[in-house]
């Protein structure tokens, strides 16, 4: 175990890039296959979107179980690894969230989506590793980055949110336990 992870299992520190202006999304426990395909069908019907960054948020899970669905049906489960996506075009809160709706109502979001989105009013991605009692989770790599032919826009947000993304893992490696504000 490093020093700087010691601090964080001491801290508990997650730190998350927040916007409301451009559209970042959570998909857990999905292929890599089905995250490209719903970031090409996003782009293809909100050209606005820009092109989309993929990082990789987390490892499957655990091996093979069995779930039951919510009509009783019991089925072999296979955890995959969850994914970020971060779009590089400013199109504004609401549109970002008229996206997300839709979303919602074909099952690729959770409705939990919606009470978030009443409390707080934005989207949130870690970009820190995670303190749990057993592990760290490490923070969220790039996967790839998907160009979006369908419109020439680049406002940059994706070059943002990287920058944050570095900003904040020289923080975590920066802290030890000999500094005097611990």
Same mark, same amino acid.
């Given at each position: 175990? *490093?020093?700087?992870?010691m601090? @964080? ?7 998350? &890039?927040t916007?409301?202006?451009?559209l970042?999304?959570?998909l857990?426990?999905v292929?890599?296959?089905k995250?490209?395909?719903? *970031?090409?069908?996003?782009m &293809?019907?909100?050209p606005?979107?820009?092109?989309c960054?993929?990082m990789?948020?987390?490892? /499957?899970?655990g091996?093979?179980y069995?779930? !039951?669905n @919510?009509h009783? !049906?019991?089925r ?7 994914y ?6 400013n199109?504004?809160e609401? %549109?970002?969230?008229? !996206?997300?709706? *839709?979303?919602? =109502?074909?099952?690729i979001?959770?409705p939990q989506? %919606?009470q978030i989105?009443?409390?707080r009013r934005?989207? *949130? ?5 995670s303190?749990y009692?057993?592990q760290i989770k490490p ?9 979006n +032919? &369908?419109?020439?826009? /680049?406002?940059g947000k +994706? %070059?943002? &949110?990287?920058?944050f993304r =570095?900003?904040? /893992?020289?923080?975590?490696?920066s802290?030890?336990?000999v500094?005097?504000?611990l």
């Open positions: 175990m *490093t020093l700087s992870d601090c @964080r299992q001491e801290l508990k520190v997650i730190v998350g &890039y916007t409301s202006q451009h970042c999304l959570d857990d426990d292929s890599l296959s995250v490209i395909g719903l *970031t090409c069908e996003l &293809y019907n909100y606005e979107l820009g092109k960054q993929i990789q948020s987390s490892e /499957a899970k091996s093979a069995v779930k !039951i @919510r009783g !049906i019991p072999w489960h296979f955890p995959k690894p969850s970020h996506l971060v779009f590089d075009n199109i504004g609401r %549109r970002c969230w008229e !996206i997300m709706n *839709t979303l919602i =109502c074909l099952g979001q959770p989506v %919606r989105k009443a409390r934005d989207m *949130t991605l870690r970009v820190s590793p303190v009692s057993t923070a969220p790599k790039p996967v790839m980055q998907i160009i +032919i &369908y419109t020439k826009r /680049a406002d +994706i %070059r943002d &949110y990287h920058k =570095c900003a904040v /893992a020289k923080l975590f490696k802290v030890s336990p500094d005097p504000a």
